[in-house]
């Protein structure tokens, strides 16, 4: 058997894969498709998953997440466990914002896990924590560029999920360092 037939049985029986791996853990949300962007706006109405301010799922988690730090509803963060929570803006609101979001990597994390020994923190992983990479955007209509950059070339930015009770976490957001 020449090594290109080979190959392809290996794959067609069975490699895992990393969307394999995914649909047998139904926490990990999906990887994005080239495209598709999840919006965080000031109002539900024009947020892709209505569901801020209720963390059942890791996208709620991350919408929570980001509406805390868009709208500055910081009950949200508090929530979510996540640090670094600052007082209200006391300048009025001079653009229309938000934020965009589009998962690239997704998976479990254990104990034992690495996840970056610079950016880490006071974090440690635990077992059934998730790492979630992402491309993230804050966008705003004053300047009809800011949400069209080609964000695909950045380092991606980390969450780290983890559950408590029946809601998601979000005690830690990195970006990995670069060489």
């Not at 069975?14 to 926490?27: I, V, Y």
């Not at 868009?70 to 006391?90: N, Q």
């Not at 955007?137 to 070339?153: F, G, P």
Request: proline share 8%; charged share 25%.
């Amino acid at each position: 058997m020449s090594l290109r037939p080979a190959l392809l049985l290996l794959l067609l029986t069975g490699l895992p894969s990393a969307a394999g791996a995914q649909a047998r853990d139904p926490d990990l949300p999906p990887i994005d498709a080239r495209g598709v962007w999840h919006r965080v706006a000031p109002e539900d109405e024009s947020t892709t998953h209505k569901c801020a301010g209720d963390p059942k799922t890791p996208h709620c988690a991350l919408t929570t997440l980001y509406a805390c730090l868009e709208r500055e509803e910081h009950d949200f963060c508090r929530l979510l466990e996540y640090p670094g929570v600052l007082s209200k803006s006391r300048y009025p609101r001079i653009v229309y914002s938000w934020y965009e979001y589009h998962i690239v990597t997704a998976r479990r994390l254990s104990a034992t896990s690495k996840i970056d020994e610079v950016n880490e923190g006071p974090v440690k992983p635990q077992d059934g924590d998730l790492l979630i990479g992402l491309w993230e955007k804050h966008c705003h209509d004053k300047v009809e560029k800011a949400c069209t950059l080609h964000v695909e070339k950045w380092p991606l930015m980390y969450f780290v999920l983890r559950k408590r009770g029946d809601i998601w976490t979000t005690p830690h957001r990195f970006q990995k360092r670069t060489d």
